[in-house]
């Protein structure tokens, strides 16, 4: 009888492991989708909340850099960085003629930067051609 008391103890503990392993897979089953199914609709939300902001258009940030811009060039007139960031934002936005006096400020200060005047010169012909 030792030998059958034996054998029902380790069938036993394999009933038990068995049961033990399909427990676990159902709690990790849970788990996961029970995750899964709270994040979904807060990655829906959080792409629908991006989408209804808008962006601001690309002449409005150029705006807003002329105004930086401006800023600068209002404590330090003859900063020559803010004078070329400006001079390129009035060209994006296509102001030639708001363009023309932070470029002649360039060309006075450095003078021996030909581009500058090479610049100057392409859009005061085309001002002259335009009117």
Excluded at 40 to 57: E, F, L, R, T
Aim: charged share 25%; glycine share 4%; net charge positive.
């Amino acid at each position: 009888m030792a030998g059958s008391d034996e054998e029902y103890v380790i069938i036993r503990k394999k009933q038990i492991q068995q049961r033990q392993k399909i427990v676990t897979i159902v709690s990790l089953v849970s788990f996961i989708g029970s995750t899964v199914f709270a994040v979904i609709p807060a990655i829906q939300q959080a792409s629908q909340s991006k989408s209804a902001i808008a962006s601001p258009s690309a002449e409005s940030v150029l705006q807003q850099q002329a105004q930086g811009y401006e800023l600068v060039l209002q404590r330090e007139p003859e900063n020559q960085t803010a004078l070329e960031g400006l001079v390129n934002v009035r060209l994006k936005l296509k102001d030639t003629q708001s363009a023309i006096a932070p470029l002649e400020k360039l060309v006075k200060l450095r003078p021996d930067r030909s581009n500058y005047k090479v610049l100057l010169e392409q859009i005061k012909k085309q001002q002259t051609k335009s009117n």
